[in-house]
Structure formats: structure tokens, C-alpha cells
């Protein structure tokens, strides 16, 4: 009689562990845990309030946002949008934004360089990060038509090096005029000609200087790029050329993701002959606590997990879980992590979940 009984419960038994196993291959979790219940969607709303602490979306860009500390503790933050409409912006100490500059060019055709904001179209450059001055001021230029000899390009070259200012350099090519050949003559293909300009400070002015010799060793490519580093929220990293390594913070605090049903999703092979590929996704809602002061503002964000390789800076328990994606269609915009910056002088702090997007949070205003 006992293996009546044990037959129908080993049945049983293995019917639930397939049914369990089912459900964990397809990414199926369960209930969400009461402790995240009341977390707000940084996807849907633009505000959000938590005590005496509010998160509000302060601006988006279409390039990467750009930020740089002056040293009276405003924030500078350049956004981009359309093909030419590039904007500053500057924050003062109490999180106001008390002032801004409008520049239509493109965005390639301007460089800001500790603070500074040349005009590599016009032969221009701006102090207004410094004092608010909103007029362009002309960039004297020595050996803009390439005539000087080789001699006297190294001299100057010599003193450039030696001034205690910076130097940025950029490199820019110059086609000759074409000519008409005469009768029976076969017409030459002439070389382009490519040249560095070099903007640089002596006493407080900016000058330029253009140079057919070859300056990367007296400024190479790596100390170009830290003049034009402006992340308050990352690091250079020396392993890629473009993105940066996210600055550690511990306001931030990945608490739980909680995945939804897997999907499988087909991406294009790219370029050329590359075949398409297929790749699983958890599709899922990370939840985060923000702690600025004594209060901690709690968000959940949609992401796509990719557990093929730990990608991505996120660690829930210690422990990296894949690579996170905010969206699952090429191009993929990758999430590394929460960024966040303050510092004890400024009344707020900024937050980004995306290098295109920037958060202020603040203690709420106390109304009578």
C-alpha cells in the first residue's frame, strides 16, 4: 500500500520541478517583493520627491552632455541639439541655472577647453564661462598661410612649449587651387596639405599658431584630450579612446532587478556581409536608492540584462549580473551605471542615468 502513496507523490514531485524549471528558463520570477512596491519610474515621470529631497530632469541633449567645474563652483553644462544649436549653461553653487550662451554652429566646429569655448570655424574663442561675456574675441593667428620655414616654425614652437598655459591642438588639411592645364599637357594631382593649429594662452590672451612640423610629441594625443575632458561624472579611461570610466559613488545603491519573461531578439549583422545574430534578454526593472542627505529617493528603471558577460558596472549584492541595455534595438545605448556628483560647496547634486540626460536633485523649497 506505501508505494501506491509514493508513486503519485514522486509524480507529483517531478511535475513541480519541471513546472519550476520551465519557469526559471523563461525568466519568469515571480511576484515583485513588497520592499520595492513603492519605487518611482525615472522612465515616465520627469519629478520625483522622496522626504525633503526632489529629482527633477534638468536637460537632454542629442550628443553627450558635457560638464566642467570652474572655480567658483559653477557647473558649466554643454548640450547639443539639431545640427548647430549648441547651448551652455551654468549653475551657480545654489543650483540655480543663472546663465547661459547660445552658439549655431556646428558642433564639431567648436571645442571647449577647461572652460574655454573656441570657435575652430571662426577663429574665435569665449571667456563668458569665467566672467559672462557673450562676445566672441578674434584669435590672432601667426603662419596662417604655411609660409614660414622650417627653421623658424621650430623656434616658435620652442617658445609655445615653454609658455606656462595650456595648448590645444587641432589638425586641419588644405587643398590647393586646381589649375588648368595647357594644351598637350597632362594636369598634376596635387597633395593635400595637412597642418596643426595650435591655440594657446600667453598672459591672458589666446593666440593661434599653424605648423606643417609634426607636434605629437611635444603635445600628443593624450594630453590634447585632457584639456578637452569635461565629465564631472567620469574618469578617463585609458582602455577607449571615447567613453570614460564611471567615478564610484556611494549615494548610489543598486537594490534589486527583477526580471520579466526572456525574449529573444534578432539584431542585424551591421555593415558589409556580417551575418545577423540572436541574443537572450531578460527584459526587467532595476530599482535603485539615490541618497542625497539624510533622504534616499527610490526609482526603478526599465532595462534589457544580457547574461553572456558582465558588462556593466552594476552589482546587486556584489555581484556584476550581465550587461544592461535601455533599449533592445541596434544601435544599443549600453547602461554602465547611476552616475552622480556633488561636492561640499554646491546645495545640490547632479544625477544621470544615460550620458545624454541630466538630473538635478535638491532639498525641497520650505513655502510659508
Known amino acids: 500500500m506505501k508505494a501506491i502513496y509514493i508513486i503519485p507523490v514522486i509524480v507529483i514531485a517531478a511535475a513541480l520541478y519541471l513546472l519550476l524549471s520551465k519557469a526559471k528558463k523563461n525568466g519568469a520570477h515571480g511576484r515583485l517583493p513588497d520592499a520595492y512596491a513603492g519605487y518611482q519610474s525615472i522612465d515616465s515621470v520627469q519629478t520625483i520627491q522622496s522626504g525633503s529631497a526632489i529629482l527633477d530632469l534638468l536637460f537632454k541633449s542629442e550628443e553627450n552632455i558635457q560638464s566642467f567645474l570652474t572655480e567658483e563652483n559653477n557647473v558649466i553644462i554643454y548640450t547639443v541639439h539639431?545640427?548647430?544649436e549648441n547651448t551652455f549653461y551654468k549653475i551657480a553653487p545654489h543650483g540655480e541655472v543663472i546663465d547661459?550662451?547660445?552658439?549655431?554652429?556646428?558642433?564639431?566646429?567648436?571645442?571647449?577647453?577647461?572652460?574655454?569655448?573656441?570657435?575652430?570655424?571662426?577663429?574665435?574663442?569665449?571667456?563668458?564661462?569665467?566672467?559672462?561675456?557673450?562676445?566672441?574675441?578674434?584669435?590672432?593667428?601667426?603662419?596662417a598661410g604655411l609660409d614660414w620655414s622650417s627653421g623658424r616654425q621650430e623656434s616658435r614652437l620652442t617658445q609655445i612649449k615653454g609658455l606656462p598655459g595650456l595648448v590645444y591642438v587641432d589638425y586641419q588639411s588644405k587643398s590647393p587651387s586646381p589649375q588648368k592645364s595647357t594644351?598637350?599637357?597632362?594636369?598634376?594631382?596635387?597633395?593635400?596639405?595637412?597642418?596643426?593649429?595650435?591655440?594657446?594662452?600667453?598672459?591672458?590672451?589666446?593666440?593661434?599658431?599653424?605648423?606643417?612640423?609634426?607636434?605629437?610629441?611635444?603635445?600628443?594625443?593624450?594630453?590634447?584630450?585632457?584639456?578637452?575632458?569635461?565629465?564631472?561624472?567620469?574618469?578617463?579611461?585609458?582602455?577607449?579612446?571615447?567613453?570614460?570610466?564611471?567615478?564610484?559613488?556611494?549615494?548610489?545603491?543598486?537594490?534589486?532587478?527583477?526580471?520579466?519573461?526572456?525574449?529573444?531578439?534578432?539584431f542585424s549583422g551591421g555593415g558589409g556581409n556580417a551575418p545577423g545574430y540572436t541574443k537572450e534578454l531578460y527584459p526587467g526593472y532595476l530599482f535603485s536608492d539615490i541618497i542625497f542627505h539624510k533622504d534616499t529617493i527610490r526609482i526603478?528603471?526599465?532595462?534589457?540584462?544580457?547574461?553572456?558577460?558582465?558588462?556593466?558596472?552594476?552589482?546587486?549584492?556584489?555581484?556584476?549580473?550581465?550587461?544592461?541595455?535601455?533599449?533592445?534595438?541596434?544601435?544599443?545605448?549600453i547602461i554602465d551605471g547611476y552616475m552622480y556628483y556633488t561636492n561640499p560647496k554646491?546645495?545640490?547634486?547632479?544625477?544621470?542615468?544615460?550620458?545624454?540626460?541630466?538630473?538635478?536633485?535638491?532639498?525641497?523649497?520650505?513655502?510659508?
Open 183 to 266: 594644351k598637350d599637357e597632362i594636369q598634376t594631382t596635387q597633395a593635400v596639405t595637412t597642418f596643426a593649429v595650435l591655440t594657446y594662452l600667453a598672459g591672458d590672451d589666446y593666440f593661434q599658431f599653424y605648423t606643417t612640423l609634426d607636434v605629437s610629441k611635444q603635445f600628443p594625443w593624450s594630453y590634447t584630450r585632457q584639456l578637452i575632458w569635461n565629465n564631472l561624472f567620469k574618469r578617463m579611461d585609458e582602455r577607449s579612446a571615447h567613453d570614460g570610466e564611471i567615478i564610484p559613488s556611494n549615494a548610489v545603491k543598486y537594490r534589486h532587478f527583477h526580471r520579466l519573461k526572456k525574449e529573444e531578439v534578432r
Open 300 to 333: 526603478k528603471q526599465l532595462m534589457y540584462l544580457n547574461e553572456e558577460r558582465p558588462g556593466s558596472s552594476i552589482e546587486i549584492e556584489d555581484r556584476r549580473i550581465g550587461t544592461f541595455s535601455s533599449n533592445k534595438v541596434q544601435p544599443v545605448e
Open 346 to 368: 554646491l546645495q545640490y547634486a547632479l544625477f544621470a542615468n544615460s550620458d545624454k540626460k541630466i538630473y538635478q536633485i535638491r532639498k525641497k523649497a520650505n513655502r510659508l
Open 100 to 143: 547661459s550662451l547660445k552658439i549655431d554652429r556646428r558642433a564639431a566646429d567648436l571645442a571647449f577647453v577647461q572652460g574655454f569655448i573656441i570657435d575652430k570655424e571662426k577663429n574665435e574663442y569665449y571667456r563668458w564661462t569665467f566672467n559672462g561675456n557673450k562676445t566672441a574675441i578674434e584669435l590672432p593667428a601667426e603662419n
Open 82 to 84: 539639431g545640427k548647430t
